[in-house]
């Protein structure tokens, strides 16, 4: 199994927009970066849902359940979307501040390459932020 951090902009679209639908694919993704983990993403994978921008925090916690295929809010066949579902919401957001301020995740992609919208999280890291998250 493989972790990941997914991006979205919560006033566009947020981890309750997400509930609602119970399950959307992943789309308008247009980095290659991103496309490339969205390509390595496996049915059963788990994803930390970040709300981007104002919030700059962990969220809730997805589940992949279809691989990646055409992203259907395009013509260019280059880009791909993943399906997922909401798994369960943090009781407590976990805060970019506290995700760069705790050693341990030192070395997460969060905190070296915060643009990117799709990228890879360590078990270790995944973990530690589901703890931070838990009452």
């Known amino acids: ?24 694919h992943w789309d308008g993704v ?4 991103a496309r490339k983990h ?10 930390l849902f970040y709300h981007s921008v104002n919030d ?11 691989e990646h295929y055409p992203d259907p809010t395009t013509d ?11 798994e369960f919401k943090l009781d407590n957001p976990v805060t970019l501040e506290q995700i760069k301020n705790d050693s341990r995740l030192s070395e997460m992609v969060l905190v070296n390459n915060s643009r990117l ?3 890879p999280v360590k078990r270790e890291e995944f973990d530690l932020i589901l703890s931070l998250g838990q009452k």
Not at 8 to 24: A, C, H, I, M, Q
Not at 56 to 66: D, H, M, Y
């Open 1 to 24: 199994m493989n972790y990941w951090l997914i991006k979205s902009e919560p006033n566009t679209y947020s981890w309750d927009d997400f509930v609602k639908l119970g399950r959307d």
């Open 30 to 33: 247009r980095n290659y970066a």
């Open 38 to 47: 969205m390509r390595e993403m496996e049915e059963g994978d788990m994803a």
């Open 56 to 66: 700059k925090c962990v969220v809730g916690v997805a589940k992949v359940v279809r």
């Open 76 to 86: 260019d066949d280059r880009w791909v979307v993943v399906d997922l579902m909401p």
């Open 117 to 119: 919208s799709v990228q």
